[in-house]
């Protein structure tokens, strides 16, 4: 073989090798499906995979963690075929859903997929990793919701409640009443689903149950479901108010902001007030005529009164500190880590950061175990051996330790997919 038949095909070689990543950059293909979206509102993202033979297994794909960003995966891939540049390709789309609760331009940094593939259908498979480009899309707040906490943006929503028992007109102390709250709503996701929200009512002790959250995808459509279970216990006789629950929500179709209000009810509990029974003492007897002396009942009187203030000062006091909404949030979020709820803790921890302030060192306290529950619940290649929130839990009790004072309404909201603290 001549010398200049081996150089030429050495420098062929060389140059196959060179437009090899060009080759595969054209395997993959990302957009957004629109430029602009309200806060809160879907904006869909497609990524198309190519290749001349089968594919195989699963695509895996990096998803990347932003600041109050959700990135979802919707359906399953749509399997087909194209022509390119003459020549057929298999494709598959994957679709997901892209959520915002900032304001202003939002840009998806490039991301890897992973998935494997053959040549022909002959081949073996063989694995490949591509790119997708950066993407960017606007993100502009509805108006009217800058007092709400997170915004669901969405073209139909429906809320809808039960009691139970059914007849609620012959209750007695003790009794505990159910309500359910069902939210349905088509193309957001559970996550941002607003809580309902429980009201201290004196006489009247509110259990709330774990709230059941869903997200279907039937062609094409997404749908969101949350259910919320309230229990109320009387403690005594009495009639009570149970306040309206109100859901509100920005109408992408009619640009509008939109409130549904589920009544509450009024119920009068029978019955006669619980009272500790009294005990006659003998050093409060008249040892002459064997009845209680006045001196005694005016002592008594006073010393009583004295101390049911007292009593009742210290419990209004410590009913308003457990109120207090960052207080109540931070109870509920210390207790859903405890029972290892990752739901549950991820939105409470985004509830709890927008109502205190919190310094660097508090937020580099939060940032990793805040990262693994955010990982445990969008990260698909995560290990799925459940998320254990101990870590969370003592990130938060340190915070706690370190004064806070309550944020303003208009803040920006906290991270929904954080992967960095936020600095307010």
């Known amino acids: 073989m001549s010398v200049a038949r081996l150089l030429f095909l050495a420098f062929s070689m060389l140059c196959s090798a060179c437009l090899q990543p060009t080759a595969m950059a054209q395997q993959l293909q990302a957009e957004l499906a629109q430029e602009s979206a309200w806060t809160g509102q879907p904006i869909r993202l497609n990524i198309k995979l190519l290749s001349p033979g089968p594919f195989s297994g699963t695509a895996a794909f990096d998803l990347p963690q932003l600041d109050r960003v959700i990135i979802q995966k919707i359906g399953r891939p749509i399997v087909g075929s194209e022509q390119v540049d003459g020549e ?81 007109d012959d209750l007695t102390a003790g009794d505990v009443i159910t309500r359910n709250v069902q939210q349905l709503a088509s193309d957001t996701t559970a996550m941002i689903l607003p809580t309902i929200p429980t009201t201290a009512i004196d006489g009247i002790r509110t259990y709330t149950d774990r709230p059941v959250v869903t997200d279907q995808t039937e062609r094409g459509e997404a749908t969101a479901t949350r259910t919320d279970t309230i229990k109320y216990q009387f403690e005594r006789a009495g009639t009570y108010q149970i306040p309206d629950v109100t859901v509100r929500w920005w109408n992408t179709q009619s640009e509008q902001l939109v409130q549904q209000i589920l009544p509450g009810k009024t119920i009068t509990v029978a019955g006669s007030i619980a009272t500790d029974d009294l005990a006659a003492s003998a050093s409060n007897l008249d040892p002459s005529t064997g009845e209680v002396s006045p001196w005694s009942i005016l002592i008594g ?31 509920n979020l210390i207790a859903a880590c405890d029972q290892n709820d990752a739901m549950s803790a991820y939105q409470l921890l985004q509830r709890w950061k927008l109502l205190v302030h919190l310094s660097d060192e508090q937020l580099a306290g939060l940032s990793s175990p805040e990262q693994e529950l955010a990982k445990s619940l969008y990260d698909p290649h995560a290990e799925q051996k459940g998320w254990d929130g101990n870590a969370l839990q003592h990130a938060i009790i340190a915070a706690q330790r370190a004064p806070a004072r309550q944020a303003n309404n208009d803040l920006p909201l906290p991270p929904l997919n954080p992967s960095q603290p936020v600095r307010r």
């Open 88 to 168: 057929t390709q298999l494709t598959q789309l994957h679709e997901f859903h892209v959520f915002s609760q900032r304001t202003g331009s939002i840009e998806i940094p490039p991301f890897r997929v992973r998935y494997s593939a053959r040549q022909d259908f002959t081949s073996k498979a063989e694995p490949h990793q591509n790119e997708t480009p950066a993407l960017q899309f606007a993100s502009k707040r509805p108006p009217g919701t800058e007092s709400l906490g997170l915004v669901v943006a969405t073209k139909n929503l429906r809320a809808k409640q039960d009691w139970s028992p059914d007849r609620i």
């Open 301 to 331: 009187t006073l010393v009583l009164s004295g101390l049911a203030f007292g009593g009742y000062m210290t419990w209004k006091r410590w009913q308003e500190h457990l109120q207090c909404e960052p207080t109540k949030t931070s109870r």
